[in-house]
Every structure is written in C-alpha cells, then in structure tokens.
C-alpha cells in the first residue's frame, strides 16, 4: 500500500524537524547554562566560543581529519575483510566456529586504551600501529553480524536450493549471502564509529599528525573551545562514515529501499 505525498512529506518533516529541534534546543540550553554562571566558563566554553575555534584553526583540523580518516578507512577496510572471511570460515566450518568464537568473545573485553601502549612498543610510532589498533576493534561488529545473519537463513529456502542440485557455493551466493546483508551493513556502521574512535586512541599515544594529537596538544593548553571543536570533528566524520555505508546499502540492497517505501 502506497501512501499519499502529503503524508510522506510530512514524516519526512518529523524524521527531520525532530532531531534538528532536539540539536537546537540543547545548545540553547548548553549556552544558557554558561552565561547564567551555571557552569563556569573557564570550565566549559559557550557554543559561539566553539564556533569560533572551529572558524579560526579549520585548515588546522582539516588536515589532522584528513590524516585520521585516512588511518580509519585501511583499518575499517583490513577490519571488514578479516571480519568477512572469519565469519565465512566459522559458518562453514564447526570447528572453526568453536574454536574462534570464545577467542573472539573475549579479545572485545581488553580496553582498546590498554592495547595501543603495547602495539606502539612493539610496531613503533608511526601509522602501521593505528592499523592494527583499528583492525581489531572493528573486525568483531562484521563478524559477530555476519554470523548471525548466515544463520538466520530459513532452513526450508536451504533444503529446496539442496533439492534442485545446488552446491554449497550456490546455497551461499544465493541464499546466505542475501539474508546477512543487512546484518552486515548494521555491524558496519558500528564499526565506522570504531574505526574513528580507534584511530584517536592510537594517536594519543604517538604520532605527529590526527585529530588524536590535534587533542592532545590543546588539552595541555587548556583550550576547552578547541577540545570541543575537535569533538564536534569527529563526530562528523564518524557521521559522514555512516552516511556513506547508508548509500551503499541502497546501492547493494535497492529491494530494502522499496520495500521502506512501500
């Protein structure tokens, strides 16, 4: 059943009215509370103070951005393939599946924060650390979802490929690979979020370029407006990350977005 334009647009408006209202309303607030002496201004900068830091020091931040983004894309991308073909292996394998899931349980429990130190001791201090960092914290999303999708597959839809003469190839291209798409795009964008985050932690720790050490350098300053701009980054990055994956997933999975539409 279709619906009408106007109703279309108008929850088109709400999807978009709602949370720019809920955006606007808090830095309303978020300035309110500091020109009232609420919350001390040494403490916590107004919203035109951020503003203002991310109009003076933009060229700045665009280039550090550039060099985070850059680090969390090939981790992101090392981190999905690992994750892929963990995720096949475990499916196809019981063993595979038995040994590695605890093994992959577990290694999401160790703090990111605990792991940098160690692998910039053992790998050094430039970009080859940050990698692996941002590999292992967005491996496990893709995994974890690609394994739940490959089983939810309907087990009648596996038994009539069997029956017409089909291979395990064809049982995956056809049915398991279709069926765990959408488990996989919702890991991926968790791990977009990880990726950025990742590659921050890592370059806390070491490293003469990113947004981790553009963070560093104005926390020792005492440069709150700055620590919130740089904040305010990266979120848009790990936003626009999203947004990407979002266009992906209608590029991948066009019957999703007319089955939404519909």
Request: proline fraction near 5%; aromatic fraction near 8%; include cysteine.
């Amino acid at each position: 059943m279709k619906h009408a334009p106007s109703d279309t647009t108008s929850r088109k408006a709400k999807r978009i009215g709602i949370p720019l209202a809920v955006v606007v309303g808090t830095i309303i607030c978020w300035h309110l509370a500091i020109i009232s002496g609420l919350v001390p201004n040494f403490l916590m900068p107004t919203p035109l103070q951020v503003a203002q830091a991310l109009a003076s020091d933009w060229q700045l931040l665009a280039s550090h951005a550039g060099t985070t983004l850059v680090e969390a894309a090939i981790g992101l991308a090392a981190g999905v393939a690992l994750g892929f073909v963990a995720a096949v292996a475990m499916d196809r394998f019981e063993v595979i599946y038995l040994a590695l899931s605890p093994l992959i349980t577990v290694s999401q429990t160790i703090p990111t924060v605990a792991i940098a130190p160690l692998l910039v001791l053992w790998l050094g201090y430039g970009i080859l650390p940050k990698i692996v960092l941002i590999t292992l914290t967005t491996f496990f999303p893709v995994a974890i979802s690609l394994i739940a999708g490959f089983t939810s597959v309907d087990a009648d839809t596996v038994n009539m490929l069997r029956s017409m003469g089909a291979s395990r190839w064809d049982i995956f291209r056809y049915a398991k690979l279709p069926e765990a798409a959408d488990h996989f795009f919702s890991g991926l964008k968790i791990s977009a979020t990880y990726a950025i985050i990742g590659a921050v932690i890592a370059e806390w720790l070491g490293g003469d370029a990113g947004l981790g050490v553009y963070m560093t350098r104005v926390r020792k300053s005492f440069s709150y407006d700055r620590m919130f701009a740089v904040i305010i980054v990266i979120s848009a990055l790990s936003l626009m990350l999203i947004k990407i994956i979002d266009i992906l997933k209608k590029i991948c999975m066009p019957w999703k977005h007319t089955e939404r539409n519909e």
